[in-house]
């Protein structure tokens, strides 16, 4: 295909705003799918996403569409990730392609995931068309929304598309616009040295790792010895093709183009997002810019409950991570709960995903630490320690300062909420950098400590604000701040897995808060047990759990045998969920309920 009948685009939206029934509905249209093989929302292949209605994973479509010109174009759609954790998965796609829909819901407006990710389209340089969609409902104030885009985001939105996604209305002027409105790609010499961005990458059980690519220069075949520039992988192509959206094999892929290549790659891990490909015989000068690992920013410890399945975790996690190259994992012993693994996830929802699909699909019950990010020690001897886990904080008395990760968040709220959000973040140690109004919302930026809105931020946010509010963020960097190790003991003993980094003058409120907490959350037991928190050796909150005089059976006055039996039953089976700690038993919810901060 020539060049100036391609059209490479992906579509930005904010969670819920349409992008995937869209996607649906221009494969449908230009009958890329038989209509009887229609499934909703072809393009979130995994259950997960099926089940949340978020997209993780990028994927791609080549849709054949013959124009109103007479010609017939080939369009190939990039499906980004909409979630703020695969930010990087998101730049790196739209690099990939010359255009993108911006999907706003008529009936809600702009939000900071619309921000976020049309920003990182405005910086890959793309040309984008505004669409508008769910007009179809009464709500819907298209006008309003087109202004707002035109205030907020300062791109022309008077030729917006309007549209439903739902009904179908509009989407021809949809494809049309593609056509007519978003760039060929460019340059591209197809018997130059090949050079290939490596979109993606996924495992298939029958085929293995499956990559996505997007050809810059020259021309990929069957055959081909391929390396990957930043790896140093060589692999023998196996086959290419394009997604329509089943597989299909094609000879070749040329300038401009996306498919696939399947290359007897044996793990999604030895592939990087962003990597260049070329040929290991021709190879091209100079690999493409801007390649970045993603890294882990948020660490937590996972535990079975019982802890003879920690051989089926090991196995889980592993098979898990070969197919997540941005998923980390190393063993880790606490003394309260035994044997695990310390995990690195993109975000708080990439952890979250990782658990669910450990205790559904392997079904092992977890007990997961308070969520860390990476503090930076610096020692007084001039050594610096990338402190993971709390747990590992070295003696104070040798530490010269912490500096912790700083995130720079956005959040859009309707005015009526916007003081709770402020408060909120002043409460989280945010600093506001700025504060600006777009009809009845407000946009408030904050400059915020990481470890503040890892844990329950967002579930905060959202309660706050009744679920109006959006956020984003991005990594600004590292600062000083005065941050301590706080831990946690139980009838004298130490308890590893609550152990947690605090900001000095917020530990005696957070000390307390989890000493209560505590005390409601474990049981009673024959004799009394005192449960304190600590800085160092010095004690800074306490409470008292006083002892249990009664059997609980008492109740059942020796009468009723069955129901004795089945009392006794039910203590069993919660035992299997509690944890000892010396003479203490602490059931499991205790663990991230004692967490979470009101
Ligand atoms: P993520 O995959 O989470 O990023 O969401 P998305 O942007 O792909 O949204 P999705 O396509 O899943 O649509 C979200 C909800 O809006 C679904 O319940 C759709 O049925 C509904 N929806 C999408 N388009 C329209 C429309 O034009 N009109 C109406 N009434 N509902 C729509």
Redesign the pocket.
């Known amino acids: 295909t020539p060049l100036s009948r391609i059209r490479n685009f992906s579509?930005v939206?904010?969670?819920?705003?349409?992008?995937?029934?869209?996607?649906?509905r221009l494969i449908q249209l230009t009958g890329t799918v038989a209509e009887r093989d229609m499934k909703?929302?072809l393009l979130?292949a995994m259950d997960i996403?099926r089940e949340?209605?978020?997209?993780i994973k990028a994927n791609t479509v080549r849709i054949d569409y013959p124009a109103q010109d007479g010609q017939t174009y080939v369009l190939n759609l990039i499906d980004t990730p909409?979630?703020v954790d695969f930010a990087y998965e998101v730049s790196r796609s739209m690099r990939a392609v010359e255009g993108s829909l911006l999907?706003v819901?008529a009936?809600q407006g702009v939000e900071a995931?619309t921000l976020a990710n049309v920003y990182t389209a405005i910086e890959a340089d793309h040309e984008i068309v505004p669409v508008l969609?769910?007009?179809?409902?009464p709500a819907a104030e298209p006008e309003r929304v087109a202004e707002q885009i035109e205030d907020v985001i300062g791109i022309d939105a008077s030729d917006a598309c309007l549209?439903?996604?739902?009904?179908g209305?509009g989407i021809p002027d949809v494809l049309e616009a593609i056509v007519q409105r978003l760039p060929a790609p460019r340059g591209g010499d197809p018997d130059a040295p090949l050079k290939a961005m490596l979109v993606d990458s996924k495992y298939d059980q029958y085929l293995g790792v499956i990559c996505i690519v997007r050809i810059v220069d020259g021309t990929l075949k069957k055959g081909d010895r391929i390396r990957m520039m930043k790896t140093g992988g060589t692999y023998d192509v196996d086959d290419v093709g394009v997604y329509r959206p089943a597989m299909t094999a094609v000879d070749r892929l040329g300038p401009g183009e996306i498919g696939y290549l399947n290359a007897s790659i044996k793990q999604v891990r030895d592939t990087r997002v962003g990597d260049t490909i070329t040929h290991e015989k021709k190879q091209c000068a100079e690999p493409l810019p801007g390649f970045k690992p993603s890294v882990p920013v948020v660490f937590c410890g996972l535990f079975p409950v019982d802890t003879s399945e920690f051989e089926d975790l090991r196995d889980a996690i592993e098979k898990l991570a070969l197919n997540d190259a941005s998923f980390s994992f190393e063993m880790e012993t606490s003394a309260a709960l035994g044997f695990g693994f310390r995990c690195g996830f993109l975000g708080l929802l990439h952890l979250e995903v990782i658990r669910d699909r450990i205790e559904r699909e392997y079904n092992i019950e977890l007990i997961t630490t308070a969520p860390s990010v990476i503090y930076h020690i610096f020692m007084k001897d001039g050594e610096r320690i990338d402190l993971h886990n709390p747990a590992d904080m070295p003696d104070p008395s040798k530490i010269g300062h912490v500096e912790e990760p700083r995130i720079k968040a956005t959040i859009l709220v309707p005015d009526d909420y916007l003081g709770d959000v402020l408060k909120l973040c002043q409460d989280r140690r945010g600093i506001q950098l700025d504060l600006t109004y777009a009809g009845s919302r407000a946009m408030a930026v904050y400059d915020l400590p990481l470890n503040e809105v890892v844990f329950d931020f967002y579930d905060r946010l959202k309660s706050v604000t009744k679920g109006y509010a959006s956020f984003d963020y991005e990594m600004i960097g590292y600062r000083e701040d005065n941050l301590v190790k706080m831990q946690v003991l139980v009838n004298d003993e130490p308890v590893d897995a609550l152990a947690m980094m605090v900001h000095r003058d917020r530990a005696e409120m957070r000390g307390r808060a989890m000493c209560e907490k505590l005390k409601d959350l474990i049981p009673r037991h024959m004799f009394k047990i005192p449960i304190q928190a600590a800085i160092g050796g010095k004690v800074i909150a306490r409470e008292t759990l006083s002892a249990l005089r009664k059997d609980v059976t008492a109740k059942c006055y020796g009468g009723d045998a069955s129901r004795k039996k089945k009392l006794l039953e039910k203590q069993k089976a919660g035992k299997k969920k509690m944890r000892q700690f010396g003479r203490v038993e602490i059931p499991q919810e205790a663990f991230i309920s004692a967490l979470k901060m009101d």
């Open positions: 579509i939206a904010h969670i819920d705003h349409g992008k995937s029934t869209l996607a649906d909703e929302q979130d996403e949340r209605g978020i997209t909409g979630h999907v819901d009936t995931q969609n769910k007009v179809d409902l549209i439903s996604a739902k009904t209305v």
